[in-house]
Structure formats: structure tokens, C-alpha cells
């Protein structure tokens, strides 16, 4: 299914300025497209389409990570507004709490190209063609405070977006692996959420998301890339 | 938890005395003969992995309330690893601790809900002793347990036949994955050691958690292998013209795929002479001649649970 959006919307040239338009209106077609064959026949979606939509996230994810952390020091991080709250300077396990931000957000990017991997061996031990990886993701932050708030929207969505498909997976064993990538993504959420100020678990049950909402939320972050 | 609390002595020496009382093992064995399943129609599978999800969460539950109840602000902050944080960390030690307890009980309320609607029986609580003795053993504790409780619902997801109580148990997964990450930052540890979480098998899960119990009510308490061992090669009548019955039992297996130990004994009929009745290959020697013999076979597996079957003999 993501490779018949894919035919449908060819884009490698991702280059000119009409593409933020021309992405805008692809993610709409694809997440109406996604939505009503999801509700038209729920039972048919495949392992694959599932994959390779937490594939999507993931490579988002794994951008996100890339690039700011190319763009951002490790002293950036330790002047951010956020990090006066962590912590004093001592060196009681290593590097101080806010030294230890950065090689934290390293892991995590180090997690999401993990998961990238693992998902197109996965979809391609199933037959299926992993989505195209894509670059050009978009994201709008001027700081590391503003990173960070960006970071953890994400984790945020990525667990609503596997807790809100893993049962329409039908082998069990890839249900266990998205469940195991499902409580990672937490872990992140959770400590970026500490990590500037707000509750790591906001709630006793996380919410869930369709994919048709995921993909909406996902849309601002497309940039030259496509559903 | 309450073992060496100041001023409970009653309580504290009803703990050591348990302890004294029972070795892990048998406590394990006790635990794990209460059998809980209730069977619904087609959902038997369900209720009964939401059961182990609700003994682990009457077990978190427990553990917070009295965490919450005991330790105050400045325990806290005289916890080992609270010097290397600044005041966003830890003037939030009670409120997050807090509302930890309150996603555990939150989960056990809503877990029985769930399984009363799918005609099941919740399992009760538990007594529990976390042998905890300063907010510093407290947050090292839930850390265990928290970490723990992700591995057993990423174990057990895969499992629920139910896909709505399959997306509830993962909506719970991520939150118990938030609370591991939280717990892990302040006692010292990387929130997300790893790319994938691990998990780990329900005998496992429930091995760790009969640690930390004390004793159970009549039909409470975590089960594993609920269904007991599977016996192979008993038939329920036996029709022989020889003096000598040969039994092979060794395809009897358990759920978890522990190992099995077998009882072979007679029940009633004349005299007979058993071989190796201890083993999956006993030999009967129908030694009282022409008549009606019956035996009974106990396979026990690894949790202690039992399976039970009778064989009659028919010597012509």
C-alpha cells in the first residue's frame, strides 16, 4: 500500500520550493487513502503496509536525531534553558546530569536508526519493499530547548502511533517486536519530557492514535519527503 | 517494606517469622497452586493473561502505597543519587512517585473491570514484603520492578487473542516504559538502555514476584501453567491378557516447557507390584492375579501446578 502511494505520487526530485505544497497535498491523499481502506476492510491491511508505516516514523525519527545533533554541541546542550533545572556539576556517575543529556540523545538516535534497520529487514523477510529512506525531513527549531520540545512531540506521537496499531499486526512475533519498540519509544518520551520540565508519564494510559491521525500530525515534518 | 519499620513490631515480627517460616521455594509452590482461572466462552486465554497482568499490578500497586505513605520529600533528598540533581528533579520525587501510584492502582481497577466483564474472576492481592528500608532501596526497587513489568507485558502482548484488550495492555506497556525510564534516571542508570526492550516468559515474571510475597487469600496470588502439565500415554481402561502392564508417560509436558516429575500408584484391586513409579516408564505386575486393577498418575511440573489422570486395568 505505501508503495502504490508511492507510484502514484513519484517524487524523487525532491528539490524545488513547490514541493512543501505538493507534500502537503500527497500526505492528505495519503492519509484519506490509508484511513478508508483501513475502515473498508480493517482485516485486510497488511503486515507490510503496518511496517512499513512505523517505518515512515522511524525514519522521521532517525532525521530529527541526525540532524540536530549535527547542529547542536554537546556545550549547546549544557547551555540550553532547560538543563539550569538538572542538576549541579558533580561527577557522581560519569559526566554531570546535563553532560549526560547529550550522549543521551545520541542513544536515542542510535535507537531509531536501529528500529529504521530492523523494519526494512523485517518487511523485506516478508516479501514486502521497505519505503524509500528519506533525508529531507523538516523541522523548525533555533535552539536546543526548542529541539528538545520538538524531540519530545515526537516520542509522544510514536508511542500513541504503536500503541494505537500493534493489534491490527497479525504475526504474533512481529506483535512482540512492536510491542518492544513500543516501550523504547516510551522510555524516550519520558525522560525528554523530565528532561525539560514535565511529567514523564502524564497519564496512566497512554492514548492511541489512528493513522490517519499520525499521519496528519507527521505532515508538518515531511519536508521533500512523502507518505 | 515493613520489615524493620521503627514502632510496627507486631508487623515486623509476623515478617520475620514468615520468613523463617517459609523458604522461597515452598512460598513459590503455595502461590502457585492457587489456581484462578475462571473460563469464559472463547476468552479463557484472555482472562487469564489479564490475570498475571493484574497480580503484577497488585504487587506495583501495593509497593507504591506504602512507598508513598512512608517516605516524605526529604527522604528523598537524602537518597543516594539525589545530590547530583537540581531542584526540577528533586522537588518532583513525591509528585511523580505519587502519580505512579496512582497509574498502578488505576491499572488494577481498571484490569478487574475488564476481566468481571469478560466473565472472569480478577485474582485477589497479595501480602506482600518488599524488604525495603530507605527511599534509596525504594527507588532501586521500583526501578527492578518497573523494568520487570515492561519485559512481562511485551512478553504477554503477543498472546491476547482480544485485539481492543491488546491495544489496552500496550497502552499500559508504554506507561509502565515511562515509569522505568523515570526510575532508571534517578537511580543513576540511561533511561532507554537499549533499542528494543527485552521481555520475559510469565514463569519467569512470576518467579521474581513470589520474592516479594508473603502469603495470598484462598484463590489469590499469580498462577502459571494454569492449565497444569498435559499427561501422554494414559489411557483410561487397559484391557490385558499378560501378568505384566508397561507405561510410557514421557510425551507428558508442561505449559512452559519446565521439567515434568511423575507418581504412579495404585488406587484399589488386588495386590500388584509397581517398577519405577517414579519415572515417566513404570511397570505394573499384576501379582494378585485375574481382576480390576486401578491406578492413578500425578505429573507435577516445574511451578508445582499438577495434572491428575486414573487408568483401570482389566486383567483377563
Given at each position: 500500500?505505501?508503495?502504490?502511494?508511492?507510484?502514484?505520487?513519484?517524487?524523487?526530485?525532491?528539490?524545488?520550493?513547490?514541493?512543501?505544497?505538493?507534500?502537503?497535498?500527497?500526505?492528505?491523499?495519503?492519509?484519506?487513502?490509508?484511513?478508508?481502506?483501513?475502515?473498508?476492510?480493517?482485516?485486510?491491511?497488511?503486515?507490510?503496509?503496518?511496517?512499513?508505516?512505523?517505518?515512515?516514523?522511524?525514519?522521521?525519527?532517525?532525521?530529527?536525531?541526525?540532524?540536530?545533533?549535527?547542529?547542536?554541541?554537546?556545550?549547546?546542550?549544557?547551555?540550553?534553558?532547560?538543563?539550569?533545572?538538572?542538576?549541579?556539576?558533580?561527577?557522581?556517575?560519569?559526566?554531570?546530569?546535563?553532560?549526560?543529556?547529550?550522549?543521551?540523545?545520541?542513544?536515542?538516535?542510535?535507537?531509531?536508526?536501529?528500529?529504521?534497520?530492523?523494519?526494512?529487514?523485517?518487511?523485506?523477510?516478508?516479501?514486502?519493499?521497505?519505503?524509500?529512506?528519506?533525508?529531507?525531513?523538516?523541522?523548525?527549531?533555533?535552539?536546543?530547548?526548542?529541539?528538545?520540545?520538538?524531540?519530545?512531540?515526537?516520542?509522544?506521537?510514536?508511542?500513541?502511533?504503536?500503541?494505537?496499531?500493534?493489534?491490527?499486526?497479525?504475526?504474533?512475533?512481529?506483535?512482540?517486536?512492536?510491542?518492544?519498540?513500543?516501550?523504547?519509544?516510551?522510555?524516550?518520551?519520558?525522560?525528554?519530557?523530565?528532561?525539560?520540565?514535565?511529567?514523564?508519564f502524564p497519564a496512566a494510559f497512554d492514548p492511541t492514535k489512528t493513522m490517519q491521525e499520525i499521519l496528519s500530525a507527521a505532515a508538518p515534518f515531511l519536508g521533500s519527503c512523502t507518505v | 517494606m515493613n520489615r524493620q519499620q521503627t514502632g510496627n513490631d507486631s508487623r515486623r515480627s509476623f515478617f520475620t517469622k514468615s520468613a523463617a517460616l517459609f523458604g522461597a521455594t515452598a512460598?513459590?509452590?503455595?502461590?502457585?497452586?492457587?489456581?484462578?482461572?475462571?473460563?469464559?466462552?472463547?476468552?479463557?486465554?484472555?482472562?487469564?493473561?489479564?490475570?498475571?497482568?493484574?497480580?503484577?499490578?497488585?504487587?506495583?500497586?501495593?509497593?507504591?502505597?506504602?512507598?508513598?505513605?512512608?517516605?516524605?520529600?526529604?527522604?528523598?533528598?537524602?537518597?543516594?543519587?539525589?545530590?547530583?540533581?537540581?531542584s526540577k528533579i528533586t522537588s518532583n520525587f513525591v509528585p511523580y512517585i505519587t502519580a505512579i501510584r496512582d497509574h498502578e492502582v488505576a491499572h488494577v481497577s481498571t484490569l478487574q473491570q475488564v476481566i468481571q466483564?469478560?466473565?472472569?474472576?480478577?485474582?485477589?492481592?497479595?501480602?506482600?514484603?518488599?524488604?525495603?528500608?530507605?527511599?534509596?532501596?525504594?527507588?532501586?526497587?521500583?526501578?527492578?520492578?518497573?523494568?520487570?513489568?515492561?519485559?512481562?507485558?511485551?512478553?504477554?502482548?503477543?498472546?491476547?487473542?482480544?485485539?481492543?484488550?491488546?491495544?489496552?495492555?500496550?497502552?499500559?506497556?508504554?506507561?509502565?516504559?515511562?515509569?522505568?525510564?523515570?526510575?532508571?534516571?534517578?537511580?543513576?542508570?540511561?533511561?532507554?538502555?537499549?533499542?528494543?526492550?527485552?521481555?520475559?516468559?510469565?514463569?519467569?515474571?512470576?518467579?521474581?514476584?513470589?520474592?516479594?510475597?508473603?502469603?495470598?487469600?484462598?484463590?489469590?496470588?499469580?498462577?502459571?501453567?494454569?492449565?497444569?502439565?498435559?499427561?501422554?500415554?494414559?489411557?483410561?481402561?487397559?484391557?490385558?491378557?499378560?501378568?505384566?502392564?508397561?507405561?510410557?508417560?514421557?510425551?507428558?509436558?508442561?505449559?512452559?516447557?519446565?521439567?515434568?516429575?511423575?507418581?504412579?500408584?495404585?488406587?484399589?484391586?488386588?495386590?500388584?507390584?509397581?517398577?519405577?513409579?517414579?519415572?515417566?516408564?513404570?511397570?505394573?505386575?499384576?501379582?494378585?492375579?485375574?481382576?480390576?486393577?486401578?491406578?492413578?498418575?500425578?505429573?507435577?511440573?516445574?511451578?508445582?501446578?499438577?495434572?491428575?489422570?486414573?487408568?483401570?486395568?482389566?486383567?483377563?
Amino acid at each position: 500500500m505505501m508503495q502504490q502511494q508511492q507510484a502514484e505520487a513519484p517524487l524523487p526530485n525532491k528539490t524545488d520550493a513547490s514541493s512543501s505544497l505538493a507534500t502537503s497535498a500527497v500526505v492528505a491523499a495519503g492519509a484519506a487513502m490509508l484511513a478508508s481502506s483501513l475502515q473498508a476492510q480493517t482485516t485486510t491491511v497488511t503486515d507490510v503496509t503496518l511496517l512499513n508505516y512505523a517505518l515512515l516514523l522511524e525514519q522521521l525519527e532517525a532525521n530529527f536525531y541526525t540532524q540536530g545533533l549535527r547542529r547542536f554541541s554537546s556545550s549547546d546542550f549544557n547551555n540550553g534553558s532547560f538543563s539550569q533545572n538538572l542538576g549541579n556539576t558533580s561527577d557522581f556517575y560519569g559526566d554531570s546530569i546535563t553532560g549526560d543529556v547529550y550522549g543521551n540523545l545520541l542513544l536515542i538516535r542510535n535507537h531509531e536508526q536501529t528500529h529504521v534497520r530492523t523494519l526494512e529487514r523485517t518487511i523485506r523477510s516478508l516479501g514486502g519493499t521497505p519505503r524509500t529512506n528519506c533525508n529531507g525531513f523538516s523541522f523548525t527549531y533555533n535552539t536546543v530547548d526548542e529541539f528538545l520540545a520538538v524531540g519530545k512531540l515526537l516520542e509522544d506521537t510514536g508511542v500513541s502511533a504503536y500503541a494505537g496499531a500493534l493489534n491490527m499486526l497479525r504475526d504474533p512475533q512481529l506483535v512482540t517486536t512492536a510491542a518492544t519498540i513500543a516501550t523504547v519509544e516510551g522510555r524516550h518520551a519520558a525522560y525528554l519530557r523530565l528532561i525539560t520540565g514535565d511529567s514523564p508519564f502524564p497519564a496512566a494510559f497512554d492514548p492511541t492514535k489512528t493513522m490517519q491521525e499520525i499521519l496528519s500530525a507527521a505532515a508538518p515534518f515531511l519536508g521533500s519527503c512523502t507518505v | 517494606m515493613n520489615r524493620q519499620q521503627t514502632g510496627n513490631d507486631s508487623r515486623r515480627s509476623f515478617f520475620t517469622k514468615s520468613a523463617a517460616l517459609f523458604g522461597a521455594t515452598a512460598l513459590a509452590n503455595k502461590i502457585l497452586h492457587a489456581q484462578t482461572t475462571t473460563p469464559g466462552p472463547g476468552t479463557s486465554s484472555d482472562i487469564d493473561i489479564l490475570n498475571y497482568a493484574l497480580a503484577l499490578e497488585h504487587l506495583e500497586s501495593a509497593f507504591y502505597v506504602q512507598g508513598v505513605a512512608r517516605y516524605t520529600a526529604a527522604d528523598y533528598n537524602n537518597s543516594i543519587y539525589a545530590p547530583v540533581f537540581g531542584s526540577k528533579i528533586t522537588s518532583n520525587f513525591v509528585p511523580y512517585i505519587t502519580a505512579i501510584r496512582d497509574h498502578e492502582v488505576a491499572h488494577v481497577s481498571t484490569l478487574q473491570q475488564v476481566i468481571q466483564g469478560l466473565g472472569g474472576t480478577p485474582v485477589q492481592a497479595c501480602t506482600y514484603n518488599f524488604g525495603v528500608n530507605s527511599a534509596s532501596d525504594f527507588l532501586s526497587t521500583a526501578m527492578m520492578l518497573e523494568n520487570v513489568g515492561v519485559q512481562a507485558y511485551d512478553g504477554a502482548i503477543s498472546m491476547i487473542s482480544n485485539a481492543d484488550i491488546k491495544k489496552a495492555a500496550a497502552t499500559i506497556a508504554t506507561v509502565e516504559a515511562r515509569h522505568a525510564s523515570y526510575l532508571n534516571f534517578v537511580n543513576g542508570q540511561l533511561p532507554a538502555p537499549a533499542a528494543f526492550d527485552t521481555t520475559r516468559s510469565r514463569a519467569d515474571v512470576l518467579a521474581m514476584a513470589s520474592a516479594f510475597i508473603t502469603s495470598c487469600p484462598a484463590g489469590g496470588g499469580p498462577t502459571t501453567n494454569p492449565a497444569g502439565p498435559t499427561i501422554s500415554g494414559l489411557s483410561a481402561t487397559v484391557n490385558t491378557r499378560d501378568r505384566e502392564v508397561q507405561f510410557n508417560f514421557a510425551g507428558s509436558a508442561a505449559p512452559d516447557g519446565s521439567a515434568v516429575s511423575f507418581m504412579f500408584q495404585q488406587v484399589s484391586g488386588p495386590t500388584s507390584s509397581l517398577i519405577g513409579e517414579r519415572t515417566s516408564t513404570p511397570r505394573v505386575i499384576l501379582t494378585g492375579g485375574r481382576g480390576t486393577y486401578v491406578y492413578e498418575l500425578v505429573v507435577t511440573d516445574g511451578r508445582g501446578n499438577r495434572q491428575t489422570g486414573r487408568t483401570t486395568i482389566v486383567y483377563s
